[in-house]
């Protein structure tokens, strides 16, 4: 069973930072690009960044390019994503993704105040 586990989420001034954690499990971790994807009230759910197997590629949102950073240890099966310079449109629902597997975990919730 796939299980995914977001973690890290919280309360922030603009201008701060979050490190979110996704745990993985139930399924070969390493062979999968994991992605990080945010849902914001009333809007869509988007893609905010992409990291490769192992690590060698990562792409990033438009509008956290320069501000967010993917990372994963498959030696913990865990993907993270380091939050900076945090602004009040990043406040949203994120959730961790393992490649284009339709499995979503409760995901975490970040909210930056202004």
């Known amino acids: 069973e796939v299980q995914l586990v977001e973690s890290g989420g919280g309360l922030v001034q603009a201008g701060g930072s979050l490190r979110l954690s996704c745990a993985a499990s139930g399924f070969t971790f390493s062979s999968y690009a994991m992605s990080w994807y945010r849902q914001a009230p009333g809007k869509e759910r988007e893609l905010v960044a992409t990291?490769?197997?192992?690590?060698?590629?990562?792409n990033y949102a438009d509008s956290v390019k320069g501000r967010f950073t993917i990372s994963r240890d498959n030696a913990k099966n865990t993907v993270y994503l380091q939050m900076n310079s945090l602004k009040p449109e990043d406040t949203a629902v994120y959730y961790c993704?393992?490649?284009?597997?339709?499995?979503w975990g409760q995901g975490t919730q970040v909210t930056v105040s202004s």
């Open positions: 993704r393992p490649g284009r597997l339709h499995y």
């Open positions: 990291i490769t197997t192992i690590g060698g590629m990562t």
